[in-house]
């Protein structure tokens, strides 16, 4: 898979133009699927209206609403109770995820309840995450960002990638989120790590990393 990994979204100019190079046609011609599931483990965010914004486009966050020729729903708490018949084939031929923020633990374990993380590694959709949408791909996020519990506790994510993300770096509606926070959180984790702001995305393909920004971002590895 490619993956777009954003703090916030497709916020601007740079992030977008990096997903339509990865999509490599135009966004006009590409159906999508809108994950909304870790909203719901998040009590600021979901269930409610906050997650009909995300699905129906009407969010702050870019995503839905750039214009793509279809949008269709991928709800990951329905998929162990239906036929993999009735959902693998649409999400192998589809050309995007979007996936939403809100807790990265509880979209952890859906992902893996699903089965879709058995399957992403082989996709050739482009995986766009927001905020907890990113940092699932993480092999753990870090004591900073539990919230959700997940059965068998811990902090570990997907592994899909090397390193791990701290978004919304100085996010006014963020206290917490600042570099002396995302610093002190850098120096308890097992693999590299970024802080990024609302402006910035890292880009994966095929493991090679790179940073987009119209923002503020640290590699706070180095």
């Given at each position: 898979m490619?993956l777009?990994?954003?703090?916030?979204?497709?916020?601007?100019?740079?992030?977008?133009d990096?997903?339509?190079?990865m999509?490599?046609?135009?966004?006009?011609?590409?159906?999508a699927?809108?994950?909304p599931t870790?909203?719901?483990?998040?009590?600021?965010?979901?269930?409610g209206?906050?997650?009909w914004?995300?699905?129906?486009?009407k969010?702050?966050n870019?995503?839905?609403?750039?214009?793509?020729?279809?949008?269709?729903?991928?709800?990951?708490?329905?998929?162990?109770?239906?036929?993999?018949?009735?959902?693998?084939?649409?999400?192998?031929g589809?050309?995007?995820?979007?996936?939403?923020?809100?807790?990265?633990?509880y979209?952890?374990h859906?992902?893996?309840?699903?089965g879709?993380?058995?399957?992403?590694?082989?996709?050739?959709?482009?995986?766009?995450g927001m905020?907890?949408?990113?940092m699932?791909m993480?092999p753990?996020?870090?004591?900073?960002f539990?919230?959700?519990?997940?059965?068998?506790?811990?902090?570990?994510?997907?592994?899909?990638v090397?390193f791990?993300?701290f978004?919304?770096?100085d996010?006014?509606?963020?206290?917490d989120?600042t570099m002396?926070?995302?610093?002190?959180w850098?120096?308890?984790?097992?693999?590299?790590?970024?802080?990024?702001?609302?402006?910035t995305?890292?880009?994966v393909?095929?493991?090679?990393?790179e940073?987009?920004?119209?923002?503020?971002?640290k590699?706070l590895?180095?």
């Amino acid at each position: 898979m490619k993956l777009l990994l954003t703090s916030a979204g497709i916020n601007n100019k740079s992030i977008h133009d990096a997903l339509v190079d990865m999509l490599d046609k135009p966004i006009a011609d590409s159906n999508a699927l809108c994950i909304p599931t870790a909203m719901y483990g998040h009590p600021w965010v979901g269930p409610g209206v906050n997650t009909w914004e995300f699905i129906s486009g009407k969010s702050e966050n870019p995503m839905v609403d750039l214009g793509w020729k279809s949008v269709g729903i991928l709800e990951l708490t329905a998929l162990p109770s239906i036929s993999k018949d009735r959902w693998v084939p649409l999400v192998q031929g589809i050309d995007v995820l979007l996936v939403a923020g809100g807790d990265a633990l509880y979209l952890n374990h859906w992902m893996r309840q699903s089965g879709l993380a058995d399957l992403l590694p082989s996709l050739q959709a482009v995986y766009v995450g927001m905020s907890a949408g990113s940092m699932v791909m993480a092999p753990n996020i870090g004591k900073f960002f539990v919230g959700w519990t997940p059965p068998a506790g811990g902090d570990e994510t997907l592994g899909l990638v090397d390193f791990a993300i701290f978004p919304h770096l100085d996010h006014e509606m963020l206290p917490d989120n600042t570099m002396a926070a995302a610093e002190s959180w850098a120096a308890g984790m097992r693999v590299p790590t970024y802080a990024i702001d609302d402006q910035t995305a890292i880009k994966v393909i095929d493991g090679a990393v790179e940073v987009v920004s119209e923002g503020n971002w640290k590699n706070l590895t180095t």
